[in-house]
């Protein structure tokens, strides 16, 4: 296992290496706030233990996301952003049950027991394995839910390791301390392919005031580094230090560029929706403006993981409505994969998939006056019937972001490369990104709860269903009473003016 910890500063004197004490083994940061870190385990397949090679063997290439959606400031070179929640894609097979990390008085009857609902609380998804996938782009399975908490993950992780053979008790509270850490963290992100028959985990936390000051230790190479101005606009530089905890020798000097495909737009964006919602709810995209591109030709796009309960109607968003979205805003919705049935109720999809995946290119210059305003329509579906009259169907705010062709043909060569977002197979492989910031919408008195939009959706209250059905029953009898009746009067109004006819042809 290869540990690399990054931290990125704001001020230049934290780079100084009288900030830190190297022993052999061992490196204590005397004092660090306010820094960007990320911290990388790149795993080789074969050390994994067998439980965990048991749980990969169908799959060739994976990568799963988890996005806080708390706000945060991203610092370049970790600016790339998905939709708040849990984002799974592999190919060409899904995870084997994970019955046997598990207790046994905890697996119980089914045997098979999935990924889903044992790491991440998922329920709803405990059954076969694959039904609840959907084929997206390259992946032949991807998986979505609005997932606002790691803590499932985390105390599935600490099941594991609890149970996990062959390491030591240092090592085991080291691994402990390091998952305790998941708990704030801005984002995981965990990637697998057998063809490099690695495993490689991120954990990524925005400038905050933690203190990151302490001991560190084990096989870990540290980076305390500064952002410096490339010469090139799509070059990142950084410089600092680079400290190999396990020789215990001074931080040796390092200052490099390299091409990066994430980058961070000066805009930012807010995400609210009408009220009260209804079954059809309107999205704003509010974007403080202009928004001014990058360069000429890039487009402004948004993209969306929308759970099951609502959706997009393809149609209404055609490109042959070109009033409406201009109207709204858009220049075309690029892409909508899943479930688009505009009829079903949520609760007769197919094999309960999860929603859909939306990609909307944007027109900044549609609109005329700042701040730019944007509306997305959805539509709610059908819901269970609850003992409630409203259910609550949550929705991520989107990635925003600028694309631009023509980029360097060795974006793959940053060492902070993110791939695997869930859109890029949209767009040309050299395209750079520039990603606008999610922030708290301006309003006096009101409270941010991260990236989520919440949707009160009307439902049949299930306590009332029985009134409901015997009225409905009792007005179609009626409402058949009537036509029936209404059709015998005009029968017997019929014969009677026939009557009259006869009468006064005889009186004739």
């Known amino acids: 296992m290869r540990e690399r910890v990054t931290f990125l500063v704001a001020r230049p004197e934290d780079t100084d290496p009288k900030n830190c004490i190297t022993n052999p083994n061992e490196l204590k940061i005397i004092s660090l706030r306010n820094a960007t870190r990320e911290d990388r385990y790149t795993f080789d397949f074969d050390s994994l233990p067998e439980k965990a090679q048991n749980l990969l063997r169908n799959i060739g290439q994976g990568h799963l996301v988890w996005s806080s959606g708390r706000f945060h400031n991203a610092q370049p070179p970790y600016t790339a952003r998905v939709p708040a929640g849990l984002h799974i894609m592999t190919n060409p097979g899904w995870f084997e049950s994970v019955a046997e990390f598990l207790p046994a008085e905890e697996t119980g009857e089914p045997t098979e027991v999935s990924f889903l609902a044992a790491a991440w609380g998922l329920s709803d998804w405990s059954g076969n394995k694959t039904a609840n996938t959907l084929r997206i782009g390259p992946w032949l399975h991807t998986f979505y839910s609005p997932v606002d908490s790691i803590v499932p993950f985390w105390g599935f992780m600490h099941k594991v390791f609890d149970g996990l053979q062959g390491i030591t008790k240092t090592e085991r509270f080291e691994w402990m301390r390091k998952l305790d850490r998941l708990n704030t963290a801005d984002y995981l992100d965990i990637q697998y392919d057998v063809g490099l028959k690695k495993v490689e985990v991120s954990t990524y936390w925005g400038p905050s005031d933690v203190d990151w000051s302490g001991w560190m230790v084990g096989n870990a190479e540290i980076g305390i580094l500064g952002i410096d101005k490339a010469l090139n606009e799509e070059d990142i530089k950084l410089g600092g230090f680079i400290y190999e905890v396990e020789e215990g020798k001074p931080g040796a000097a390092t200052a490099f560029a390299f091409p990066h495909r994430h980058h961070r737009a000066?805009?930012?964006?807010?995400?609210?929706?009408?009220?009260?919602t209804g079954l059809h709810p309107t999205l704003h995209l509010t974007i403080p403006g202009?928004?001014?591109?990058?360069?000429?030709?890039?487009?402004?796009?948004?993209?969306?993981?929308?759970?099951?309960?609502?959706?997009?109607?393809?149609?209404?968003?055609?490109?042959?409505?070109?009033?409406?979205?201009?109207?709204?805003?858009?220049?075309?919705?690029?892409?909508?994969?899943?479930?688009?049935?505009?009829?079903?109720?949520?609760?007769?999809?197919?094999?309960?998939?999860?929603?859909?995946?939306?990609?909307?290119?944007?027109?900044?210059?549609?609109?005329?006056?700042?701040?730019?305003?944007?509306?997305?329509?959805?539509?709610?579906?059908?819901?269970?019937?609850?003992?409630?009259?409203?259910?609550?169907?949550?929705?991520?705010?989107p990635s925003v972001f600028w694309a631009c062709g023509g980029g360097s043909t060795k974006l793959d060569r940053s060492p902070f490369d993110r791939i695997g977002l869930g859109w890029e197979d949209q767009f040309p492989g050299d395209t750079v990104y520039y990603h606008l910031s999610p922030a708290p919408a301006p309003v006096v008195g009101a409270r941010a709860s991260g990236t989520w939009v919440r949707i009160e959706v009307p439902v049949l209250d299930s306590s009332?269903?029985?009134?409901?059905?015997?009225?409905?029953?009792?007005?179609?009898?009626?409402?058949f009473v009537g036509v029936v009746g209404a059709v015998l009067w005009s029968k017997a109004s019929g014969k009677e003016v026939k009557k009259e006819v006869k009468k006064e042809k005889k009186a004739q």
């Not at 000066?266 to 009260?276: D, E, G, K, M, V």
């Not at 409505?321 to 079903?344: P, S």
């Not at 859909?356 to 900044?364: A, G, K, Q, Y």
């Open 290 to 397: 202009p928004p001014a591109p990058p360069r000429a030709e890039c487009t402004l796009n948004a993209y969306f993981t929308l759970p099951a309960s609502v959706f997009i109607d393809k149609y209404q968003l055609s490109s042959t409505n070109v009033n409406l979205l201009q109207q709204l805003g858009l220049r075309k919705l690029r892409d909508v994969t899943g479930n688009t049935d505009l009829e079903a109720p949520e609760y007769s999809l197919p094999a309960r998939e999860w929603g859909s995946r939306v990609l909307i290119e944007l027109d900044p210059d549609a609109l005329a006056g700042e701040p730019l305003e944007i509306e997305i329509p959805l539509h709610t579906r059908y819901l269970k019937p609850r003992d409630n009259s409203t259910a609550e169907a949550v929705i991520a705010w």
């Open 464 to 479: 009332n269903a029985n009134m409901i059905l015997m009225g409905t029953v009792a007005a179609v009898a009626l409402g």
């Open 266 to 276: 000066p805009s930012s964006f807010t995400l609210s929706t009408n009220t009260p």
